[in-house]
């Protein structure tokens, strides 16, 4: 099983500022690599798929980035509205995983 | 637009069983790969099972064995079969359409407890 660690596992942060999270991977996934976010009382939303691919309607700020075993997901100039918890998930070998999780908290 | 609604959630006591089902709309469950994952209360998200578009079906080692994934074109709905519920197996659960789970339903939570 691959396992995906992110880092931080919380992080606080001022509004405008830039946010970087990183998953790494225990094994190489190629680019089968994808974020999204979660807010209190909702269902997951998909940021970026395989690496890079923005999802369509998504804020052109969250960008992602990455192949093999290490990936970032980046928020460029953070709003309010990005306090959620970030995961990532690969889909690359079975059984699919996910990270455990980057809680971000806007000061 | 793409909507997936789940339901069959609830409480059921060790050792019951529970059928989820998640319609869709907008989307065709038998052409695309399909997933259920679920997130126990206050915990991060954990994948439970998929189902490719040709058929093939997988399952995460904790559930193998006692639950089922299916699909039936004619009602373009997802089904999750689950049998010998543990306390453990309590969370919500979602469904989730494509590889990169694009999609996701708003989830049905499942009590296991006696």
């Given at each position: 099983e691959i396992v995906l660690t992110q880092s931080p596992d919380f992080q606080s942060v001022t509004p405008k500022e830039k946010v970087t999270i990183t998953c790494r991977?225990?094994?190489?996934?190629?680019?089968?690599?994808?974020?999204?976010?979660q807010k209190p009382d909702q269902s997951p939303k998909l940021l970026i798929k395989?690496?890079?691919q923005s999802f369509s309607g998504v804020p052109s700020r969250f960008s992602g980035s990455g192949s093999g075993?290490?990936?970032?997901?980046?928020?460029?100039?953070?709003?309010?509205?990005?306090?959620?918890?970030?995961?990532?998930?690969?889909?690359?070998s079975l059984p699919e995983t996910f990270g455990q999780g980057t809680k971000v908290e806007i000061k | 637009e793409?909507?997936?609604?789940?339901?069959?959630?609830?409480?059921?006591?060790?050792?019951g069983s529970l059928r989820l089902s998640c319609v869709a709309s907008g989307f065709t469950v038998s052409s695309n790969y399909m997933s259920w994952v679920r997130q126990a209360p206050g915990k991060g998200l954990e994948w439970v099972s998929l189902i490719?578009?040709?058929?093939?079906?997988?399952?995460?080692?904790?559930?193998?064995?006692?639950?089922?994934?299916?699909?039936?074109?004619?009602?373009?709905?997802?089904?999750?079969?689950?049998?010998?519920?543990?306390?453990?197996d309590t969370a919500v659960y979602y469904c989730g359409g494509t590889s990169s789970l694009d999609y996701w339903g708003q989830g049905t939570l499942v009590t296991v407890s006696s």
């Open positions: 991977a225990s094994q190489s996934i190629g680019n089968s690599l994808h974020w999204y976010q395989y690496a890079s075993t290490d990936f970032t997901l980046t928020i460029n100039s953070l709003e309010t509205e990005d306090a959620a918890t970030y995961y990532c998930h690969q889909s690359g | 793409v909507q997936l609604v789940e339901s069959g959630g609830g409480l059921v006591q060790p050792g490719y578009s040709g058929g093939s079906t997988y399952y995460a080692d904790s559930v193998k064995g006692r639950f089922t994934i299916s699909r039936d074109s004619s009602k373009n709905t997802l089904y999750l079969q689950m049998n010998s519920l543990r306390t453990e």
